[in-house]
């Protein structure tokens, strides 16, 4: 009888059970009372580490349920910031230029270069908002996964951006035949970013190149972009990927400083990793999953 409870017991895992005693008080019922006394003492304790199980689940549950509230009102937050910021801008801007316009003969020279530089600074932080609101954009954006060709996007992609730089000889070496799982439209603007990066810091050399293909690299398979232009400190690899963070000035290279922290974006919410090494006047590259 014993025998068989235990049995039971060690294949259902079934803890309730109980064995019956003799009630002779002899060993075996001894032992059925010992038996008896560990199965109520596992009971207890199962149930007790279900229970803080479950409180657990409930708390990280709670806990993401309100990351995500506090994600999308900080999100919204910003998206608003940045649509109501417009509206002042285009007020300076307009202004500016009405003065210029229907006022020039009352104004010098310097006067009219003052507003001049107003309206510069207004179109460049309307530019920045823009990118703001696209990096905000971008972050909201649902993502649709299928599997496509990624070497046809990247071709498509140094298409345009050979047209966009026709006065440059850049040499494009991209891998044929690599697939990806992703959102299409978001990986567009990832290789348009880091492409365009590449092209952008190699516009001092004279022999310029830019590669995409797909390698393994710090223990898993990453798509990578990466060129032999003016890199970067390494030591900075990681800031990068901040909004606003430039390494370079905007005098040498334009730009705002927003693409990489899209893209990190996008490729954090396609569930990947994407990291950066150069070395100054090196080249760059640029390594991603998803
Ligand atoms: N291929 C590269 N080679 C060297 N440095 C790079 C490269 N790509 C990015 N960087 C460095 O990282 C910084 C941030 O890049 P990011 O794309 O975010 O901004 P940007 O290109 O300067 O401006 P934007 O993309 O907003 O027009 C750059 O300013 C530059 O210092
Ligand atoms: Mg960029």
Not at 25 to 43: H, T
Not at 271 to 278: K, N
């Amino acid at each position: 009888h014993l025998a068989e409870i235990t049995r039971i017991v060690s294949r259902d895992k079934n803890y309730a059970m109980r064995a019956t005693p003799t009630g002779k008080g002899d060993e075996p019922d001894i032992l059925i009372g010992a038996f008896n006394e560990m199965l109520r003492q596992i009971q207890q304790r199962e149930g007790a580490l279900q229970q803080a199980h479950d409180e657990l689940e409930e708390r990280v549950e709670e806990r993401t349920a309100q990351l995500a509230a506090a994600n999308k009102e900080l999100e919204a937050f910003s998206y608003s910031v940045s649509h109501d910021l417009r509206a002042p801008l285009r007020g300076i801007d307009g202004f500016s230029l009405a003065l210029l316009e229907d006022y020039a003969e009352r104004l010098d020279d310097q006067g009219k270069e003052h507003l001049q530089r107003i309206r510069a600074a207004t179109q460049r932080m309307g530019m920045l908002i823009d990118d703001l609101l696209n990096l905000s954009r971008m972050t909201r954006a649902e993502i649709h996964k299928e599997r496509f060709n990624i070497s046809t996007l990247a071709h498509s992609v140094v298409e345009s951006l050979q047209e966009a730089h026709a006065k440059r000889r850049i040499e494009f070496r991209i891998e044929d035949g690599l697939e990806a799982n992703a959102d299409p439209r978001l990986l567009r603007v990832v290789l348009e970013n880091l492409l365009g990066n590449s092209c952008k810091f190699t516009s001092k050399r004279t022999s310029a190149r830019v590669e995409f293909g797909k390698m393994h690299r710090n223990g898993s398979t990453a798509y990578f972009v990466r060129d032999n232009g003016a890199g970067f400190d390494p030591a900075y690899a990681d800031r990068l990927f901040g909004a606003f963070q430039r390494l370079h000035g905007a005098t040498e290279f334009p730009g705002t400083g927003i693409g990489l922290a899209t893209v990190q974006r996008i490729i954090h919410r396609h569930g990947g990793q994407i990291w950066a090494e150069g070395e100054v006047e090196k080249g760059a590259a640029f390594y991603f999953t998803l």
